[in-house]
């Protein structure tokens, strides 16, 4: 709510000084809604008590201001059914997720909150073991990059998850990572995240991490790539290569000048060690004057996939560009533009009237319009 109200507070202020007056209103706004919803959370049991008589005597004027009150209770009521349902949440532990659900709705993610229950069951699947703040953050990154980038839920936080496995960061840094991976073109084939989920692993063998792999791809697919699969491909035959102790890698690091088995024990230990090892590898070939031996170097170490991607493509790939960064803010970013225009703020404190005031008026409110159908 507090996000909501500050974008709103925002682009008010933007207009002119009479408009400002209603800027002090939304100020105040954030107290009132709460105040207001627990009011009517209170006059429950003064309903309650008055039994049949009520229903009797009020029946069409309470069905009349039911509503929009009674709809969107109903429509919340379903959309924590459907939840359960769906992960097999007790109903013990569903409060906590019902919070998760408004919250999410309220920030004003989701086409409706029953969207936002579909998602966020979607998310826990997926990513398993995340507390309930890293599950509602999850899926409002998640239904964000559905909005921006037309990926789906299951299709990101599956991603999400093989990075998370593979590479031992958390979701944050993996919807960081696939979020500037989208903004800088990598699904230009539309299968980045289908490469991600296939050669995460590839990666992980030869000692890379998840930004050294975005980097690799960043750099292949600006050399002229056709599509990430090849440069994953390359990647694994490297991995399986490198390290073989085969005639064949020896003579092909030997063509670069370097020992295969410094090379193997390098690429075979990992971190940072690998890494360099790697580079040093592409460096060795982009540097090598006569084609004919950098060719049967490339072949040697990289199969088929020299002469598939070309050696433009592959003496271009490098863990050293550093453009994505796990740690760079990106998903949080891409979230906040939910309310980067005035109608989208509004839509979010509109929502937040909703979840806060007419849904406790409609729970309410619902047993008596039950009554009379």
Do not use: C
């Amino acid at each position: 709510m507090a996000k909501t109200v500050a974008a709103v507070v925002k682009l008010i202020d933007n207009f002119s000084n009479p408009s400002k007056q209603v800027a002090k209103a939304a100020r105040d706004m954030e107290k009132r809604i709460s105040h207001t919803g627990q009011v009517f959370k209170n006059f429950g049991a003064i309903f309650e008590s008055a039994g049949s008589s009520l229903t009797h005597a009020f029946t069409l004027p309470i069905a009349t201001a039911a509503g929009a009150a009674g709809k969107f209770a109903m429509d919340a009521e379903d959309a924590y059914v459907q939840l359960a349902a769906a992960t097999g949440t007790s109903a013990a532990e569903m409060e906590k997720y019902q919070d998760v659900i408004n919250d999410i709705y309220k920030e004003n993610f989701g086409e409706s909150i029953g969207d936002v229950s579909n998602s966020l069951a979607q998310v826990n699947q997926n990513l398993k073991g995340l507390d309930t703040s890293a599950l509602q953050q999850s899926t409002e990154y998640a239904l964000a990059m559905r909005d921006v980038f037309g990926v789906d839920v299951a299709e990101s936080t599956r991603s999400a998850d093989t990075l998370m496995k593979n590479f031992g960061i958390s979701s944050k840094e993996a919807f960081n990572l696939m979020t500037q991976g989208a903004q800088s073109g990598l699904n230009f084939s539309d299968e980045l995240y289908d490469n991600l989920n296939e050669y995460s692993v590839q990666f992980k063998k030869l000692g890379l991490n998840a930004e050294d792999m975005f980097s690799i791809y960043s750099s292949g697919a600006e050399a002229g790539a056709w599509n990430l699969d090849k440069i994953g491909d390359a990647i694994k035959e490297f991995s399986i290569r490198s390290i073989d102790g085969s005639n064949t890698t020896a003579e092909g690091f030997k063509l670069l000048g370097l020992n295969s088995d410094d090379m193997a024990a390098r690429i075979a230990a990992g971190g940072d060690s690998a890494s360099k090892a790697f580079d040093q590898t592409i460096q060795a070939l982009a540097g090598m004057e006569d084609p004919v031996k950098q060719s049967a170097a490339g072949v040697a170490l990289f199969g088929t996939m020299w002469e598939d991607l070309s050696p433009q493509v592959v003496t271009s790939l490098t863990t050293s560009r550093n453009e994505i960064d796990k740690t760079k803010d990106a998903a949080d970013a891409l979230a906040e533009t939910k309310f980067d225009t005035f109608s989208s703020a509004l839509g979010g404190l509109w929502r937040t009237i909703q979840v806060d005031v007419l849904q406790p008026i409609g729970d309410m409110l619902i047993p008596y319009v039950d009554s009379v159908k």
